[in-house]
């Protein structure tokens, strides 16, 4: 079965970096697109980054140019590298496969607070 482990989340001040981890395994991971999400507290799920199993990636508007999506597929690992981070960056992040949405890790919890 598909099974999502999320790590790297922690507490960070305002302008600094964290790069989150998603090691995935239970299906084919080179082939299939990759997605991190995020919710807020009090909000919906924000998805925030797509890589394309041949590389190219997407981005939601409020994190482009701060946020790299990247993947190893060697690793079966997807990461997130989250540079320039906001208060409003605060949030449980998620990974998730595209082609099974409804498979989802314990997340990992990204505080932005000074």
């Known amino acids: 079965q598909v099974r999502l482990v999320e790590s790297g989340g922690g507490l960070v001040q305002p302008g600094g970096s964290l790069r989150l981890a998603c090691e995935a395994s239970?299906?084919?991971?080179?082939?299939?697109?990759m997605r991190w999400y995020r919710r807020a507290p009090g909000k919906g799920r924000e998805l925030v980054a797509t890589?394309?199993?041949?590389?190219?990636?997407d981005y939601a508007e409020s994190v482009k140019g701060r946020f790299t999506i990247s993947r190893d597929n060697a690793k079966n690992t997807v990461y997130l590298q989250m540079n320039s981070l906001k208060p409003e960056d605060t949030a449980v992040y998620y990974c998730?496969?595209?082609?099974?949405?409804?498979?989802w890790g314990q997340g990992t919890q990204v505080t932005v607070s000074s």
């Open positions: 890589i394309f199993g041949g590389g190219s990636r």
């Open positions: 998730n496969v595209f082609d099974y949405p409804n498979n």
């Open positions: 239970g299906f084919i991971f080179s082939i299939n697109a």
